[in-house]
């Protein structure tokens, strides 16, 4: 990738970041007391900011799928689905952040072209279809579930954990779908693919294409997390997930997923 690119890059996704963790800060307040006035201010002062990227980000185009889920997160629609009068404020903020996580996840699988989410069209909701062994799909379909709420209720330990077993599940899929004798002829260990380390994993599915390089950004924490795992199934004491972390390693996870289901 371009430098500038990776700059680019790079740039937007910590803007996005801060735009994430002030709307969260807000969100908490107003749900506290939704007539705070210092709060309705830093809201707007916050949905002023979030426009403004959302609008690069969609190179200035009110029909992208980017810049009309922004307008339509200030609706509340009636039961037949017309607009209706607007939603609460806490309610706007959280559908808000749910804009930026999206724009996140597009942004961190791009790898060429200008920083605009190019796409006229809203990416498809979060499915596991392209995993090979049909009954693990429903367990990652509720895991996906449970490290989005995890990372909600700010849990960054259970998220960052959840996320990367669902990682492992769909790279480790991939890679048996390969072949053990496939993988080992470029290079892999001869060792069955359930004795590989998590990292390993990682470096062979990259390095026989099953995955681009979307992995490098993952945190040491998260390549390690079974090393700091206590018999509790949870992140030693010793360690702090912290909330970077935890959703850089979702990012990671949505990039993954991108990589082994290019049509999504």
Request: one cysteine or more; glycine letters at 6%.
């Amino acid at each position: 990738m371009d430098e500038n690119l990776r700059a680019q890059i790079e740039t937007y996704l910590s803007h996005l970041d801060g735009l994430i963790g002030r709307g969260r800060k807000l969100r908490e307040t107003l749900e506290t007391d939704p007539s705070d006035v210092s709060a309705i201010k830093a809201t707007r002062a916050w949905q002023e900011d979030c426009g403004v990227t959302i609008n690069q980000l969609s190179g200035g185009s009110k029909a992208h799928w980017l810049a009309r889920s922004f307008s339509a997160a200030f609706l509340m629609r009636s039961a037949d689905g017309r607009a209706a009068e607007g939603a609460a404020p806490a309610e706007i903020v959280e559908r808000l952040i749910s804009v930026l996580e999206q724009a996140v996840a597009t942004l961190s699988q791009m790898d060429e072209g200008p920083v605009v989410l190019a796409s006229s069209q809203a990416p498809p909701p979060h499915r596991f279809d392209f995993v090979h062994n049909p009954e693990i799909r429903p367990v990652l379909e509720q895991a996906y579930i449970d490290s989005r709420r995890a990372l909600e209720h700010h849990d960054y330990d259970l998220a960052l954990r959840t996320s990367c077993g669902i990682l492992e599940a769909i790279v480790t899929d991939a890679l048996e779908q390969r072949g053990l004798s496939s993988l080992v002829a470029s290079g892999a260990p001869a060792e069955k693919i359930s004795e590989w380390s998590f990292e390993t994993r990682l470096t062979v599915a990259e390095r026989a294409g099953l995955i681009r390089s979307g992995c490098a950004r993952l945190p040491a924490l998260a390549r390690a997390y079974r090393d700091h795992m206590n018999p509790d199934g949870k992140i030693a004491s010793n360690e702090t997930v912290s909330e970077r972390d935890a959703r850089t390693t979702g990012q990671v996870l949505h990039v993954i997923m991108q990589d082994l289901d290019p049509g999504r």
